[in-house]
C-alpha cells in the first residue's frame, strides 16, 4: 500500500488513453489530450499575465542552466482549479501532498538542462526544500500547445524523447523501489527552435505541502 503522497502504475493504468513507457529503468506515463484545449488555453493566458524569470532550488552556477519563465498558477483561478481537480482524480494523490501547480514559458533558444526533480538528500539545500515536505514522489507536466520545433523533454537514460502536443500528459515516480531518487528520471527540457512553449507542472510530496 502506499502512502497519500504517492501514486502508482497500476492505478493511473486505470485511466483510459494512459501508456506507460515500456522502460524498467523508470514508472512513466503518457496520456494525449489529457487537458482539453480550451482550459490549455486560459492556462496558456493565465501565465502570459502573470510571469517572472524561472529559478532554481539548487543553484550550481550556470546562469544559463533554466532560462524559462515561471508562473505560480492560483487555485482563485477556475482554470488552475479546474486543471488541479483532474490533476486530483487522475493521480490519485491527496492534493494536500502538492506543490502549488507551476506554469513555464519557453521562447525561442531558452531550456532546462538535464535535472532530476527529486532533491540529493545530502545536498546542501536539503534542509530548505525539504526538510517540512519530504522528497519529491510524482511529478506531473502537461503541454498547454504544439510547439512548431523543438521543445521536447529528453530523457536520456531510457533513450526516451516526448515531443509537446497541445494537452498531453506526461508523468513519472522519481523515486526508486527503495524510496531513494532514480537517476533514470533525468531530463532536460531541450531549446524551443520555433514558436513559445508552454507547460504546466505538479510536484508532489511525500508529506503535507505548507
Ligand atoms: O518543460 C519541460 O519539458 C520540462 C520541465 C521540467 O523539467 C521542470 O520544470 O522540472
Ligand atoms: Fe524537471
Known amino acids: 500500500m502506499h502512502g497519500p503522497g504517492d501514486s502508482s502504475i497500476e492505478f493511473l493504468r486505470t485511466h483510459h488513453g494512459v501508456m506507460r513507457v515500456p522502460s524498467p529503468k523508470i514508472e512513466m506515463v503518457v496520456k494525449p489530450a489529457f487537458l482539453p484545449p480550451a482550459l490549455c ?25 533554466r532560462t524559462s519563465e515561471t508562473c505560480d ?15 486530483t482524480d487522475f493521480t490519485g494523490i491527496n492534493p494536500a501532498h502538492g506543490e502549488t501547480l507551476q506554469g513555464q514559458r519557453y521562447e525561442v533558444g531558452q531550456e ?60 513519472w515516480n522519481n523515486r526508486k523501489a527503495d524510496g531513494s531518487g532514480n537517476v533514470n528520471t533525468l531530463h532536460h527540457a531541450m531549446k524551443v527552435r520555433k514558436g513559445m512553449k508552454y ?12
Not at 507547460?199 to 505548507?210: A, D, H, L
Open 199 to 210: 507547460v504546466i507542472t505538479k510536484w508532489y510530496r511525500e508529506k503535507p505541502w505548507g
Open 73 to 87: 498558477m492560483k487555485v482563485e483561478e477556475p482554470a488552475v482549479r479546474e486543471a488541479e481537480r483532474m490533476l
Open 41 to 65: 488555453a486560459d492556462l496558456i493566458h493565465l501565465i502570459e499575465t502573470d510571469r517572472r524569470p524561472s529559478t532554481l532550488a539548487d543553484y550550481n552556477g550556470d546562469t544559463a542552466f
Open 112 to 171: 532546462f538542462k538535464q535535472h532530476t526533480d527529486w532533491f540529493n538528500p545530502d545536498g546542501e539545500d536539503w534542509e530548505k526544500f525539504c526538510s517540512v515536505a519530504g522528497q519529491r514522489t510524482w511529478t506531473f507536466m502537461v503541454y498547454l500547445n504544439d510547439v512548431e520545433a523543438g521543445g521536447t523533454t529528453r530523457f536520456k537514460s531510457i533513450g526516451k524523447k516526448v515531443e509537446p502536443e497541445a494537452g498531453k500528459l506526461v508523468g
